[in-house]
T-cell receptor, first 113, second 113 residues
Framework: NAGVTQTPKFQVLKTGQSMTLQCAQD?????MYWYRQDPGMGLRLIYY???????DKGEVPNGYNVSRLNKREFSLRLESAAPSQTSVYFC????????????FGNGTRLTVT | QQQVKQSPQSLIVQKGGISIINCAYE??????FPWYQQFPGKGPALLIA?????SEKKEGRFTISFNKSAKQFSLHIMDSQPGDSATYFC????????????FGAGTQVVVTP
């Protein structure tokens, strides 16, 4: 039982390159989220998916796209990476009851040069 | 615009001492206040949470104190241990959202032996 799995763990991109961050969960969660973590900024929501087939913007969606491939998988795509997107990215799942916790993966550390 | 403001940014405490982290919120519609703990290289994980109908909740050495009139809540770590060294985030759910959390900026706690 792996929980929430993110790949890759580390990535270095050049400005303008594209890449997709992968996330898969085996907890049967309907809702999934992508956050970015930057020093002094906490975790900020990029996109979320309340259920399979739906996606919505969060607080900082510019420069990103997402795909909810099926109930298990939720990917985040950077079409043209910029240095401002250097960050640690976390995927999370949520069971759906109000006070149930977010279950986070271990993150992808992305550097854009 | 951060609706949950956390302080201090970092703190160093000796083994056996008390760590105190404070959070202030603006939106009176927030009605659930979790704290997440994050170890280096890992994703955040729920530590303890409180609803505003109680003023204090204790789980082991961790206590949340809640002051509704001041719109503040705090985390106390009693008898701090080196294994408590981590980053701590307070959070609150975005009203009428779907599992979305607003996080504070985080506090890095270092417990010295």
């Amino acid at each position: 039982n792996a929980g929430v799995t993110q790949t890759p763990k580390f990535q270095v991109l050049k400005t303008g390159q594209s890449m997709t961050l992968q996330c898969a969960q085996d907890m049967n969660h309907n809702s999934m989220y992508w956050y970015r973590q930057d020093p002094g900024m906490g975790l900020r929501l990029i996109y979320y998916s309340a259920s399979e087939g739906t996606t919505d913007k969060g607080e900082v969606p510019n420069g990103y796209n997402v795909s909810r491939l099926n109930k298990r998988e939720f990917s985040l795509r950077l079409e043209s990476a910029a240095p401002s997107q250097t960050s640690v990215y976390f995927c999370a799942g949520w069971a759906g009851s109000y006070n149930s916790p977010l279950h986070f993966g271990n993150g992808t550390r992305l550097t854009v040069t | 615009q951060q609706q949950v403001k956390q302080s201090p940014q970092s703190l160093i405490v000796q083994k056996g001492g008390i760590s105190i982290i404070n959070c202030a919120y603006e939106n009176t519609a927030f009605d659930y206040f979790p704290w997440y703990q994050q170890f280096p290289g890992k994703g955040p994980a729920l530590l303890i949470a409180i609803r505003p109908d109680v003023s204090e909740k204790k789980e082991g050495r961790f206590t949340i104190s809640f002051n509704k009139s001041a719109k503040q809540f705090s985390l106390h770590i009693m008898d701090s241990q080196p294994g408590d060294s981590a980053t701590y985030f307070c959070a609150a759910p975005v009203p009428d959202s779907w599992g979305k959390l607003q996080f504070g900026a985080g506090t890095q706690v270092v417990v010295t032996p």
